[in-house]
């Protein structure tokens, strides 16, 4: 390989990573702190995508289909959490597993019976179709680098949140000690349920950033989930700092290994999610002390 | 309308069949009575729609011929395969010895047809498989009594080469996903591509179902080949093309491929495919009369587009049909009615169609080249391709 072409193999990689963090954050935020492993994650990514695909058809403008399905996924999430999920804090995992795994059969069906089975395009917002050369043979779609300045900027964001307002400081608080949060006079449950809407609308947004690049289609949901779990084992559950930097390990490791190892590449990001746990059992940022 | 049975009811009939299991099983007095088509189809999962396609235009070719087939009425009964080949036994089972169907038609999905194959050889069933392109089905696993309606994935893979070669180009990058399906693509293509004097120069199989194209489309553009042949269909289809295009490849090198690139994905992808020539054995476009008067059916009848899943159906049926009436409907002359079969020849809405010795369609493959969002017909890649068959003992 030419170093222009490991540079162009690096981009690739940290542009598939910064999607998948945005993925990602969401899912460790839950687990982290509510304790919950949501496999609906991945159904909150489709029906992002679903809905960007169905508004922006009847608008025609993504834009327009952002600040409507938000709101729509605010309702989706708070209701999940409210009518489902807040009744199993006290259960152990397994209950949990089976509660979210039957709602991505659920929303499954939904999508299912909502929108049908076709696989659809969703066209890019017309000031992002441009694209800028990138050698001499390919060329770099502008929306490539939107959704990756777009994926940089909110993970900015999501510091700024965590680490310099007060609903952060009780995240943090709640992710270490929910008992200790609640006896200092914090009220978990809006807590709790205005994070796990926050994890859905997370997800739902990195679904409408991707619509316009992966096209929509049945079972998108359940791959990203996949990839999504394997960046939060990676990165340390629980910590947005780790999923960062697993979700770029992983974007990077995944597209290298499509181009030295075509034969095995689906097996690559599970290699270095074995090597990173027999080194830090925990993940890269993992704290020993966060446990539920 | 279809109307699947549910699963439940499926297995209460199972149970019952099996309860009363003093019928006996193909019997000449059946001759009279209802003749059991039983579909092994997906109606849920990615494929749902492939499977109703099917489905309705079996039932379109059915009031085609009043309902009847040599004379007996004709009694559906559906199961829901889901594309799943870990649940294909038991769903064959349910349909060969619960509900002892005549006749076994199915699947889209080739790990189930493969599972359907292990059973239907033991037990005779005679089968039409109406859409799985698995090599196997008419190569080394083929019987007597499994015919194929659709096409083997060869066919629709080696012409592609010719074309490509045609067009000058003589140096080539195969990319597929790499499951049978890709697989038997890829070395189809391989195969007519080096004989015809071309040169593979890089082969990239991608894990199935991963979407995820931008490093190998990175890595194409550092090859500089003179065309890209891919094997890709469905949501994954439309993905490579958007990501194609958008990477600013679409101009530089052509892309290729066997026509599942873009069956049911020129809407999906938009203007993006515009350019993207395909080989396969029928195209929307066809100008027949059969393919117009049969697409004008299907549509009033079901007020969808027909497409090319929708023609083995049709066609499964009218060649049924032709056999069945030479038989007078006795499916228990299972000799005369395989022999019926063969010699069946039917003027299809994809152009003339008979079955060659190893029960798979000889049929003319056509150069497709979308243009303007819509497939176009070119002309034809190969003119009543016959399938190699590979290690199929009846080919001899």
């Known amino acids: 390989m030419t170093t222009s072409l490991v540079a162009v193999q690096l981009l690739n990689g940290v542009e598939y990573g910064l999607l998948l963090f945005l993925v990602a954050s969401g899912l460790t935020i839950i687990f982290g702190v509510l304790g919950v492993l949501n496999f609906a ?7 992002g995508a679903y809905l960007a695909y169905f508004i922006a058809e009847r608008t025609g403008s993504l834009l327009f289909a952002a600040l409507l399905g938000l709101p729509v996924m605010v309702l989706v999430g708070f209701l999940v959490e409210r009518l489902a999920i807040s009744r ?9 597993v089976l509660l979210t795994y039957g709602l991505v059969l659920v929303f499954n069906d939904l999508q299912r019976a909502l929108f049908g089975n076709e696989v659809h395009g969703v066209p890019m917002p017309r000031a992002l179709t441009g694209s800028v050369a990138l050698g001499e043979m390919q060329s770099w779609p502008v929306y490539r680098i939107f959704t990756s300045v777009a994926c940089l900027c909110i993970a900015l964001l999501l510091r700024q949140v965590i680490l310099g307002t007060r609903f952060g400081m009780s995240v943090r608080a709640g992710a270490s000690n929910a008992e200790m949060v609640e006896a200092l006079g914090i009220d978990v449950r809006k807590l709790f349920s205005a994070l796990f809407t926050a994890g859905a609308v997370l997800a739902a947004l990195s679904g409408m950033l991707a619509a316009p690049l992966t096209t929509v289609y049945p079972g998108m949901g359940e791959g990203i989930l996949i990839v999504s779990f394997v960046v939060v084992v990676i990165g340390g559950i629980g910590s947005i700092k780790g999923a960062f930097a697993g979700a770029l390990l992983v974007g990077i490791a995944d597209t290298f290994g499509k181009v030295l190892l075509p034969g095995v590449s689906s097996a690559v990001v599970y290699a270095v999610m074995a090597a990173v746990l027999l080194f830090r059992p925990r993940g890269l940022l993992g704290q020993p002390a966060l446990q539920r | 309308m279809r109307t699947p049975l549910s699963r439940r009811a499926v297995l209460a009939a199972a149970s019952a069949a099996a309860a009363s299991a003093v019928l006996p099983r193909r019997s000449f007095a059946a001759s009279k009575a209802k003749i059991k088509i039983g579909l092994l189809l997906p109606y849920s999962g990615t494929y749902a729609s492939l499977g109703n396609n099917i489905t309705d235009a079996m039932k379109l070719a059915a009031s085609e011929k009043k309902n009847r087939l040599g004379g007996r009425e004709i009694e559906w009964v559906a199961v829901d395969d889901e594309s799943d080949p870990a649940k294909a036994p038991a769903n064959v089972n349910k349909l060969v010895v619960g509900e002892k169907v005549d006749i076994l038609t199915g699947p889209v999905h080739s790990g189930v047809a493969m599972a359907m194959m292990q059973i239907v050889r033991q037990e005779k069933t005679l089968t039409i498989v109406t859409n799985a ?5 008419t190569g080394s696993l083929c019987s007597p009594n499994v015919f194929r309606t659709s096409f083997s994935n060869w066919q629709t893979s080696y012409p592609c080469a010719g074309v490509m070669l045609k067009d000058g180009r003589k140096k080539a990058v195969g990319m597929f996903w790499n499951y049978s399906f890709g697989q038997e693509s890829m070395s189809a293509f391989r195969e007519g591509f080096t004989k015809g004097g071309g040169t593979i120069v890089k082969e990239i199989p ?3 179902p991963t979407t995820e194209f931008q490093a190998n489309l990175s890595e194409i553009a550092s090859l500089k080949p003179d065309a890209v042949f891919v094997f890709f269909a469905g949501a994954g289809a439309a993905k490579f093309i958007k990501d194609y295009a958008a990477a600013g490849l679409m101009e530089k090198i052509p892309l290729y491929g ?11 992808a938009g203007p993006a495919a515009n350019g993207i020539k395909t080989t396969l054995h029928y195209a929307d476009a066809l100008d027949t ?4 008067k049969f697409r004008e059916a299907f549509k009033k009848a079901t007020s969808r587009e027909a497409d090319v899943y929708a023609v083995a159906g049709y066609d499964t049926i009218h060649l049924l049909a032709q056999a069945l009436d030479k038989v007078k409907g006795d499916t228990s002359a299972e000799k005369d009615l395989i022999a019926a079969l063969e010699a069946a020849r039917t003027e299809s809405p994809r152009g003339p169609f008979r079955f060659g010795k190893t029960h798979n369609p000889i049929q003319n493959v056509y150069v497709r080249l979308v243009k303007g969002g819509r497939e176009e017909v070119l002309g034809l890649a190969q003119k009543e391709a016959d399938d190699p068959a590979f290690g199929c003992a009846m080919a001899t």
């Not at chain 1, 199993?88 to 949990?96: F, G, M």
């Open chain 1, 41 to 47: 994650h991945g159904s909150f990514y489709m029906l």
């Open chain 1, 88 to 96: 199993l804090y006290a259960r152990d995992h397994l209950s949990q």
């Open chain 2, 133 to 137: 392109g698995a090599q196997p089905i």
């Open chain 2, 206 to 208: 991608v894990p199935f």
């Open chain 2, 258 to 268: 066997s026509g599942f690139l873009t069956e049911g994905v020129l809407g999906a």
């Open chain 2, 289 to 292: 009369p059969a393919n117009k």
